[in-house]
């Protein structure tokens, strides 16, 4: 999947492959672990709500939330993020990493509940980690 993916071949069938994957592992993981996050970047409506199916199928009742991460980059940061990710193999550039960034589509489930959250940047992680418990806590 990830040579799929670093190569432009990934599509919509990998997708949901990858997805029933991490429902399972999440569902798995529940079970030694009350608190499951994931972390995955799903830019979709459709992929949020078929993650959501997914986990409820396995176990109808665990209770599922997510956390949005925005955060407004300038062109600079974006060309540091899209080096850093070439230095670990990933074949992206600036003007790719602004295209996937506008493919988010906003959240609108009212099935599915959800917090957002303001990335701060400027490796202020310990102000990101109190927010994203806050955002936990308000699920």
């Not at 672990?33 to 199928?57: A, G, Y």
């Amino acid at each position: 999947g990830k040579t799929r993916l670093n190569t432009g071949l990934w599509n919509d069938t990998d997708r949901r492959v990858y997805l029933t994957r991490m429902a399972a592992s999440s569902v798995e993981a529940s079970l030694t672990n009350p608190k499951v996050v994931v972390v995955d970047c799903l830019t979709t409506h459709w992929m949020r709500e078929f993650l959501s199916d997914q986990i409820l199928k396995i176990c109808p009742t665990l209770p599922i939330g997510f956390i949005l991460l925005e955060r407004e980059l300038s062109f600079l940061e974006v060309t540091q993020i899209a080096h850093l990710r070439q230095q670990t193999g990933h074949p992206l550039d600036p003007e790719t990493l602004l295209k996937f960034r506008s493919a988010f589509e906003p959240w609108d489930s009212t099935k599915i509940p959800c917090a957002v959250v303001t990335n701060p940047g400027n490796g202020q992680l310990e102000v990101l980690l109190e927010r994203t418990r806050q955002a936990i806590q308000s699920l």
